[in-house]
């Protein structure tokens, strides 16, 4: 059940990989040479003074910032928005949603990330300008605004960890965005709901006792970790703060979904079962049946 005694957050997480399966095509150091070419030549069109690494990539420091520069070792939190160089379209934008990944670990960010980040501080705003094998080399988008070898200009804000609350809200939003789900109502607290049927009965009280119908699921994969066999009933101040702020918005006879952030939920801790993974952000499909 949703007791409060068990209360006490890809990237969204970036998707640092590619879309089709790489072609044959010019050899590493063949494609390097003529990207590089490219790139200089573009540089300097654009009167862009930017830092040559000896890789090839280029980049400039647009801001500086003050936390620590990161190891191999480092998870790192970045916001980006991918250009395609040689068109000028942009190909993904995630400036407003973080990805998550190991520096070091090159199946979690991209090559022109572990050459360039290491050199600069957290909180920092860079463009990287990559050659294409420093990004997705020879693969391609199957829409088309991905082309083969592709020079990459990424804008990349270098984030300190995020708080808890901020992933979990982000997350939440995200899954709410992919599922086209509409009717969204925001609370301040994090607490994302979906009324789906409106009651004509009172609102409970913090004090009230509530008799309710309930499944709960995790967001991340959807699965069922519980629900009310027979109608539960309890003292809303009982209960995980996410279904204490989001039952005292609906009438009584109401049905809704609620969209949890783990701080409103369960935290760090987890359920006491071990059936709630730690930080897990919850979606509670709710029916307020009566209210005492």
Do not use: H
């Not at 199957?142 to 990424?154: E, K, Q, R, W």
């Amino acid at each position: 059940m949703v007791r409060k005694q068990w209360f006490l957050i890809f990237l969204i997480g970036v998707l640092f990989s590619c879309t089709t399966d790489v072609p044959p095509g010019p050899s590493f150091d063949e494609q390097l040479e003529k990207d590089i070419a490219t790139i200089d030549d573009y540089l300097a069109k654009n009167g862009i003074n930017a830092i040559k690494d000896t890789t090839g990539v280029r980049y400039v420091i647009n801001s500086v910032g003050s936390g620590e520069v990161p190891s191999a070792t480092s998870i790192i939190y970045v916001s980006i928005k991918e250009t395609v160089m040689s068109t000028g379209k942009v190909y993904r934008d995630f400036k407003d949603q973080y990805g998550r990944g190991q520096l070091g670990d090159p199946n979690s960010v991209f090559p022109a990330f572990q050459i360039v980040l290491p050199k600069v501080k957290k909180g920092s705003d860079v463009t990287i300008y990559s050659p294409s094998g420093y990004a997705y080399g020879g693969s391609s988008s199957s829409d088309g605004n991905l082309p083969a070898n592709a020079n990459i200009i990424f804008n990349v804000k270098l984030l300190d960890e995020p708080t808890q609350f901020k992933i979990d809200t982000t997350a939440i939003q995200a899954y709410i965005t992919t599922k086209g789900i509409t009717g969204v109502t925001k609370d301040p607290s994090g607490l994302r709901y979906v009324i789906t049927s409106l009651g004509t009965g009172a609102k409970p009280l913090a004090s009230s006792r509530i008799s309710f119908n309930y499944i709960g699921k995790l967001l991340t994969t959807e699965a069922i970790f519980d629900q009310s066999a027979s109608t539960a009933s309890a003292p809303l101040n009982s209960l995980i703060q996410g279904f204490q702020i989001g039952m005292q918005q609906l009438p009584t006879g109401s049905k809704a979904v609620f969209y949890i952030p783990s701080s409103l939920g369960y935290g760090p801790s987890g359920d006491s079962r071990g059936v709630i993974p730690s930080n897990s952000n919850l979606i509670f499909e709710v029916e307020l049946v009566s209210v005492n």
